[in-house]
């Protein structure tokens, strides 16, 4: 199929057919999405015959070991990277700040690494306290105009110095997404690495980490369908060069180096419920494949292609609007990379607009969602914030038409 069959999609989540969600379009998921019933199962089966200390002598115990590790290697395998480079940990905030540790163990004052103003506050507030440690910390800053980003404006602060990039895959609030690989070989032109936060990209598709070069890429699962983690690939070189944050006994684990405490033994059994579903979206569309990467790549397209059709008219009426400000690009399909995360800015309060559209059967967000660097870039005041109206391929036009309803009758 080249079409996405949104039907069968839809009954893989368990929120659609739940009587108190009726008549509910759910627009906030790059906060967070709805779980698969792959998850749910899974989670429902560890809690009820594993819940024991894993990786030990008996049958539970070896079962609940044996489901982490499947988590592990599937969804390393989706993402085209090696099983002992994808660690979990509680959030990617907490991956985040671990390494940041790690790093700062290892850099100098005669070292630089570059931060982005287009970024969650996840990947760039933690970054910027080296600068405490005598790290020159450089900022690749948005055209505030668009949001954008520009490899120009990158190759303008990148010397041999920087031994860091960290940047977004996709901006939670412009919806844009990064050149990844580019950034990447810029980095590695200068002897640096890359630190890539997917977390407003991975829910419109994981990544094939190999194919875009990064050396650090992170995102969290309950964005992806999952539980609460964090998911964090790290390519073997650098695990190995990186100081050990974790047990000193855990320093010849690569997937252990970075996760200091200890790891939540039901969800990370739970994540491979993800790989569940992405090989079951597969195989009704396309049939069996035994080459784990190529599934992936596939329903990532074939989500994106959704998305990009349903997002279209919701992009033509708000350009229409004198009134709103659609914050970054509004234009979608290859020469746009944007994701269905758009962020508006009007005349009337961002909470109220919220708050109207609840009445009217929709669930969006408002506020600064921890993009203060930001909205203040782009001429907006993070107090006042904007509307955040999010979806991802389970998303169809039905919610999408309620949604524009919603807005003409609020705005």
Known sequence: ???????????????????????????????????????????????????????????????????????RSRLAALMNVETDELSFGPSTSQNTYVLAKAFGDMLGENDAIIVTDQDHEANTGVWRRLADRGIDVREWHVNGETG?????????????????????????????ENPVAQIAQMARDVGAVTCIDGVSYAPHGLADVDALGADIYLFSSYKTYGPHQGVMVIRRALADKLPNQAHFFNDGVRYKRFTPAGPDHAQIAACAGMADYIDAVHDHHFGAN???????????????????????????????RPDVRVLGND?????????????????????????DLDAHGIMAGA?????????????????????????????????????????????
């Open 331 to 355: 234009q979608i399909g290859n020469a746009g990379g944007r994701v269905p995360t758009v962020a508006i800015h009007a005349a009337k309060p961002a909470m109220q607009i919220a708050t």
């Open 290 to 320: 035994d080459n784990p990467a190529a599934r992936g790549r596939a329903v990532a397209a074939l989500q994106r292609r959704h998305e990009d059709k349903i997002l279209a008219p919701l992009l033509d009426y708000l350009r229409a």
């Open 1 to 71: 199929m080249s079409d996405l069959d949104i039907d069968f999609v839809r009954t893989q989540f368990p929120a659609f057919h739940q009587e108190s969600l009726q008549g509910q379009a759910f627009f906030e998921n790059a906060g967070g999405s709805y779980t698969c019933k792959q998850v749910i199962d899974r989670l429902h089966r560890f809690y009820t015959e594993r819940k024991v200390q894993p990786y030990g002598f008996y049958p539970a115990s070896k079962a609940g070991g044996d489901e982490m590790d499947e988590a």
């Open 148 to 176: 954008q980003l520009s490899l120009d404006d990158l190759a303008q602060i990148l010397d041999e110095k920087v031994a860091l990039i960290c940047a977004p895959h996709c901006s939670n609030i412009v919806g844009q």
């Open 367 to 411: 506020g600064d969602f921890y993009a203060v660097r930001c909205l203040k870039a782009m001429g907006c005041d993070p107090d006042t914030g904007v509307l955040r109206l999010s979806f991802v391929h389970y998303t169809n036009q039905q919610e999408v038409t309620q949604l524009i309803t919603a807005l003409d009758a609020t705005l």
